[in-house]
């Protein structure tokens, strides 16, 4: 099993510039998690989603994150337009619909806004 | 919504020592009270869980203790190792609320 995929693993961008970032779950997970982790606020879920569909995304800080899920391979977290602030590692983890409290960690794209 | 407060920040402590970790919260619904290890610049990993219908849970020199009643829990090590050196999270909640984390350093 590859585990959780996550690319890039580092993305080094300017303000104001869009990022994508990239998730493959688990195969025959249905749980998809976004993390954002930071020094200062630690391990912060931004958005969940069952089945492909966002369940819960009161985490996401502002208009300019957005996330989607085309399918239950793959998902994509995007900011636009790109700040300093949102310099942080990006985490994604997956799990079982029936388990979402066992989840497994992407490596993590470490985002560097400058 | 749920919260987690963990301490200490930071722990220092040689090697062979014993080491605990405590997160409090507030939601009396949680049943289900992860920990995790995150070594410098990998990813979160569960290493011990432990669910409300019991009090404590032993994994070699890892073991996690729950008070329901007093809503804290806590993170054991024994005989620590300068591998265990990591910072530990707590969490708790079906979609899992992180504590800030414990910089544990284990000195030779």
């Known amino acids: 099993d590859a585990g959780v995929i996550q690319s890039p693993r580092h993305e080094v961008t300017e303000m104001g510039q869009e990022v994508t970032l990239r998730c493959k779950p688990i195969?025959?997970?249905?749980?998809l998690f976004w993390y954002r982790q930071t020094m200062m606020r630690g391990l912060e879920l931004l958005i969940y989603f069952n089945n492909n569909v966002p369940i819960d995304d009161s985490g996401m800080p502002e208009d300019r994150f957005s996330a989607k899920m085309p399918n239950a391979s793959f998902s994509t977290l995007k900011i636009q337009p790109s700040e300093p602030r949102d310099s942080a590692v990006y985490f994604c983890a997956s799990s079982l619909l029936g388990k979402l409290e066992t989840q497994y960690f992407g490596p993590g794209t470490r985002l560097l806004v400058l | 919504g749920e919260n987690v407060e963990q301490h200490p920040s930071t722990l220092s402590v040689q090697e062979g020592d014993s080491a605990v970790i405590k997160c409090t919260y507030s939601?009396?619904?949680?049943?289900?009270f992860p920990w995790y290890k995150q070594e410098l610049g990998k990813r979160p990993q569960l290493i011990i869980d432990?669910?409300?219908?019991?009090g404590e849970k032993k994994d070699q020199r890892i073991a996690v203790t729950l008070n329901k009643t007093a809503k804290h829990f806590s993170l054991h090590i024994t005989e620590t190792q300068p591998e265990d050196s990591a910072v530990y999270f707590c969490a708790l909640g079906s979609t899992l609320t992180f504590g800030k984390g414990t910089m544990l350093l284990v000195s030779p």
């Open positions: 939601d009396s619904a949680s049943n289900y």
């Open positions: 195969s025959g997970h249905n749980s």
């Open positions: 432990i669910r409300s219908n019991v």
